[in-house]
């Protein structure tokens, strides 16, 4: 769909917003449990379409996407009600007389821009915040999981007009369409340098806008860390979806004293979740595409491969693949990585680890394994980063009670939960004065304080 009848579905979406609609708490509720409804009788479907652009077990399918998209539909089904009362709010004692409040208020007509790598979580969690705030919705998901896209198209179709939800199809033309729209909110998941070329876009229309981007997610592993358990916690963050994770670990930071048995527990961790053959692991994703795939194969042209490194270009498969030897001048050190490849670097003091770190741009995740609170508080109260755990990975992203989004060049703003409600609202103050007096002195021709009226 382009130019005239892009511009046509906007202002049909805003005529919708304008007329009401959206706004009633109980037609959001309708909304959200009709969302929920369709996406439970498509289960299956969404199931295949994830097997089918990224090889995801079902597994992974559930505990990555749908469990968390479940989950966030609940939380904001339940909570809904509450975000939206409106807050009294305490006047000045130089407003005596006069009532403040804080209305949360739609925005009016967004548009959702989702990457490929969560292809559903990543559209429908956004969307999920956008409805429960009242506003109408355009989505437009990766072209890079084509499938997922159709279905998304004819789940959301089969529920909504378009004039409320709308799914539009295609690439980075189609994206630059639909910016180019007199949107009232932008809400982007993708990489940096798309970030900001979406944020230029936005620009020029002083368009309010959400960044959810990417980066190099360090994850620090100190001397005193329980390392078999430890090994279990980042071969997960790393290798579920073949690594194709905004807030993967990206590179290790390892205490010179436990490199060689982290490596060795990581091993083992690999061989227990994977088997002793990855590739042939039917429940191990793929890449996502062949661009990706020799991105990731050319990383493997550097430093030491310490286990793993096969790749399967049929397949689209790479092995995980444990990286040693690396120097950040190398293209590993230098981009995020974004799949099944982790590099090792060490240090012998904790502050080398956060000076490093603090000399690259602020990541959107980072992981810390230790017990000693010492380096718990030298590392978070020192380091500027979006969100991450202590003693874990990713887990920080699946729970609706902590708002996830990234700093600097990792993103700005945050979703989840009450975080997506929030995102999606311009929260409005209104100062509601009194007639029945008035503090003349303000007004240049005043000689008396206070009038009775
Ligand atoms: P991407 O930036 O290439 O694409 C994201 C979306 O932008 C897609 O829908 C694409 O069609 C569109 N797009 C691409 N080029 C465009 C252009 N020139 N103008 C306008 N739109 C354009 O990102 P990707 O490869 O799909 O996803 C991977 C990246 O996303 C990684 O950097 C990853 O870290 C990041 N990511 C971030 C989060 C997060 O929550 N912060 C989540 C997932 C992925």
Redesign the pocket.
């Known amino acids: 769909m382009y130019n005239d009848t892009m511009a046509d579905l906007i202002q049909k979406q805003k005529h919708f917003y304008r007329s009401g609609a959206t706004r009633p708490f109980e037609y959001r509720l309708r909304q959200l449990k009709k969302l929920r409804e369709a996406l439970i009788a498509n289960e299956k479907q969404i199931i295949e379409a994830l097997k089918m652009d990224l090889n995801k077990s079902e597994f992974e399918a559930y505990s990555t996407e749908i469990g968390i998209v479940y989950e966030e539909l609940s939380f904001t089904i339940k909570h809904l009600r509450s975000w939206m009362v409106p807050k009294k709010a305490k006047t000045a004692l130089t407003h005596f007389g006069s009532k403040g409040r804080i209305i949360p208020e739609p925005y009016g007509t967004t548009l959702i821009?989702?990457?490929?790598?969560?292809p559903f979580q990543?559209a429908v969690s956004p969307l999920i915040g956008a409805l429960a705030a009242g506003n109408t919705a355009v989505m437009?998901?990766?072209?890079?999981t084509p499938t997922m896209s159709t279905l998304l198209a004819k789940i959301l179709g089969s529920v909504f007009e378009e004039e409320y939800v709308a799914v539009i199809e295609?690439?980075?033309?189609?994206?630059?369409e639909l910016?180019a729209q007199p949107l009232d909110y932008i809400f982007?998941?993708?990489?940096?340098?798309?970030?900001k070329?979406?944020m230029q876009?936005a620009a020029k229309q002083l368009i309010p806008l959400t960044?959810?981007?990417?980066?190099k997610s360090p994850c620090i592993v100190h001397a005193d860390a329980p390392l078999k358990l430890t090994a279990q916690r980042i071969v997960f963050g790393k290798f579920t979806n073949a690594g194709?994770?905004?807030?993967a670990p990206d590179y290790l930071l390892v205490h010179r004293s436990v490199k060689t048995e982290l490596i060795t527990c990581i091993q083992e961790a690999i061989r227990e979740f994977y088997g002793p053959d990855p590739l042939s692991n039917t429940s191990y994703g793929r890449i996502?595409s062949e661009k990706?795939f020799h991105r990731l194969a050319s990383f493997l042209q550097h430093g030491n491969v310490v286990s793993g490194g096969s790749t399967s270009p049929d397949n689209l498969t790479i092995e995980p693949t444990l990286l040693e030897q690396v120097t950040w001048d190398m293209p590993v050190m230098q981009e995020?990585i974004?799949g099944p490849i982790l590099p090792i670097m060490e240090y012998d003091r904790i502050q080398e680890a956060v000076d490093m770190i603090n000399a690259r741009p602020k990541p959107?995740a980072l992981y810390l394994f230790t017990r000693e609170p010492e380096i718990e508080e030298t590392v978070v109260g020192n380091v500027s980063y979006?969100g991450g755990c202590i003693n874990d990975t990713l887990m920080h992203?699946a729970t609706p009670y902590l708002p996830?989004?990234?700093v600097g060049e990792?993103?700005m703003g945050a979703y989840h939960g009450r975080g997506s409600f929030d995102t999606f609202t311009h929260y409005k103050s209104v100062l509601k004065q009194t007639n029945l007096f008035d503090f003349t002195f303000r007004y240049p021709s005043s000689k008396n304080g206070l009038k009775y009226l």
């Open positions: 821009i989702a990457p490929w790598n969560y990543l437009k998901p990766s072209e890079l295609g690439g980075a033309d189609v994206s630059q910016l982007f998941t993708g990489s940096v340098n798309v970030g070329i979406v876009a960044l959810e981007l990417g980066g194709q994770t905004c807030i996502v990706h995020e974004f959107l979006g992203i996830f989004g990234g990792s993103g």
